[in-house]
């Protein structure tokens, strides 16, 4: 079996146990995985808050510090193939979309190089006289950075780049499930030359692991992204340290198709919209609002396209959908379906797991047009499964996509220019995308609001948000200062 380590303070450990990680693809184990429990978690947290407070790192210039994110860059994108295949792996994403994703998170860390020395106070033209006042931006401080077993790297990146820029320190926390890339690229950070204490990588089980981390006293922040109820526990953590937390929380996007688009283009949109990742990505399409006069012919194009999807072995070049990460997820996504069913909802494909070894599940459309009332319709799957709804007019297309507690992401596929700007502006997310869906960049701010969370990752206001600001007050005057209790 494959073993894997801790980071902590610049040297690689075992951790306080081991458990097994499985093989999304075959269901077995594979690899050894190294437990973070209560010493682990504090030991990390003191040494990214000494690393924080003395040592090398806040002496080194903004410049210094962007210089090391761009070896790690170049590091990244060298090990991109070795990272993939982890990946792969240990979560079951196929090995077309990590080896891509991977060699983009350089791109990541390159842009955050790129902004370290450019994040800058300002000079303030103060109401009084032989004054000078200017605000620095300085770090907030030792970041808890806690990822989902979903695209682990580029979920990382989008938390270490901008802390790291920004001249903070981390504790990284990989997921439980899947947290074989982020150990490895944890040999990434020691090699690009990062001062001990700057990045510790862990990883370990909420209760044990995440709970300890996010309510220690010396953590100053937390971005998390996971499940909103997770986020909950998170939050109520973040009153014991009043740490500041940033969270992306997954959703329940809609992806609304006018009878003016061009349906070849919206259906190939919509089926990487949902059936990307397995579906287990936060931006998924996996509300289809589809407009009534051209529904039957969109849904006979999406069931050709998802009944023709090559569902494999995920380290195949030719596989387009592979297992799920967990037993867990494919079970929360079977009662799913069948509470939807009882509630009257009708299966246009797929719906059943594979049968034999893995945790496949195969792409499922679920029409919900007579079942408003089905879990399908609120519950984010977190899976390869997409519902419909159909519309009449735009303006009940923009009642059914507001009609959610998430805000991440949205699509809306029109020829209309002007319906386009009428939509984006009734659309309550983070992100719309019209007549493309799902493109992401290091230079575009996401996150959402709602249950879908708060804060925005990518762009230069995520390095901002890692950053606090000091008000610098300078008397220019030579005169002695007035006694204030002699009268004049
Ligand atoms: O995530 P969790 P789960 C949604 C998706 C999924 C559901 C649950 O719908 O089905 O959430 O997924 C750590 N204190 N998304 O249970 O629990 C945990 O160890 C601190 C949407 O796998 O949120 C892991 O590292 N941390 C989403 C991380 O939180 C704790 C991505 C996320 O796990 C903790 C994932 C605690 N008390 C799930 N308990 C998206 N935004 O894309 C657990 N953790």
């Given amino acids: 079996m494959h073993r894997f380590q801790l980071y902590i303070d610049g040297s690689f450990e075992d951790g306080a146990a081991q458990f097994e990680s499985l093989d999304p693809a075959t269901g077995t184990p594979w ?58 792996r240990d979560t079951g994403k196929i090995i077309r979309e990590t080896s891509a994703q991977i060699a983009y998170v350089a791109d ?31 770090p907030v401080g030792v970041v808890a950075a806690i990822v989902p077993w979903n695209s682990q790297l580029f979920l990382s990146a989008v938390k270490l780049g901008p802390a790291l820029a920004a001249g903070c320190t981390v504790v990284l926390k990989a997921s439980e499930d899947g947290p074989a890339p982020l150990l490895e690229f944890a040999r990434l950070i020691h090699e690009a030359g990062f001062p001990p204490g700057v990045v510790n990588v862990i990883t370990g089980f909420g209760p044990t692991c995440g709970h300890v981390l996010t309510r220690h006293p010396k953590v100053a922040h937390i971005a998390f992204t996971g499940g909103p109820g997770t986020a909950r526990a998170v939050v109520r953590n973040s009153a014991e340290n009043l740490a500041s937390t940033s969270l992306e929380l997954g959703g329940k996007s809609p992806f609304i198709v006018f009878a003016d688009a061009d ?15 397995t579906g287990q990505s936060c931006v998924a399409g996996s509300r289809l609002l589809i407009q009534r006069s051209v529904k039957e012919a969109f849904l006979a194009k999406l069931k050709a396209k998802a009944e023709a999807i090559r569902i494999a072995a995920p380290d195949l070049m030719t596989t387009e959908v592979g297992p799920l990460c967990t037993q867990r997820q494919r079970s929360h996504i079977e009662a799913t379906i069948a509470a939807s069913l009882a509630a009257g909802a009708t299966l246009v494909t ?64 029109t020829a209309s220019l002007t319906r386009a700007h009428r939509m984006i502006r009734a659309i309550r997310a983070g992100v719309v995308w019209v007549n493309t869906y799902r493109a992401v960049s290091p230079i575009a701010p996401f996150g959402g609001h709602g249950l879908s969370g708060n804060g925005r990752e990518g762009g230069l206001a995520a390095a901002l948000d890692y950053t606090t600001t000091k008000t610098v007050w300078l008397r220019t005057s030579d005169d002695p200062i007035p006694d204030p209790f002699v009268m004049r």
């Fill in 350 to 413: 797929g719906g059943q797991a594979l049968t034999g070894p893995g945790f496949y599940f195969p792409p499922t459309i679920l029409d919900c047009s007579d079942a408003p009332n089905a879990p399908a319709l609120s519950q984010e799957f977190f899976g390869p499964v997409l519902t419909v709804l159909t519309f009449d007019t735009e303006d009940q297309a923009i009642e059914l996509a507001n009609d959610t507690q998430y805000g991440l992401a949205s699509g809306v596929f």
């Fill in 263 to 277: 349906l070849d283009s919206a259906a190939n949109a919509q089926v990487s919209g949902i059936f990307a990742a």
């Fill in 108 to 138: 990541y860390y390159r842009y955050y190089a790129g902004l370290a020395d450019k994040i800058e106070g300002a000079h303030l033209p103060i109401d009084k006289p032989d004054m000078e006042v200017w605000t620095r931006r300085e």
């Fill in 31 to 88: 690899a050894l995985m190294p437990e973070a429990r209560e010493d682990e978690v504090n030991r990390a947290v003191e040494a990214a808050h000494r690393a924080f407070r003395s040592g090398p790192w806040p002496r080194l210039t903004a410049t210094a510090r962007g210089k090391l994110l761009m070896k790690l860059a170049d590091l990244v994108l060298a090990a991109a193939p070795r990272l993939a295949a982890l990946e792969t």
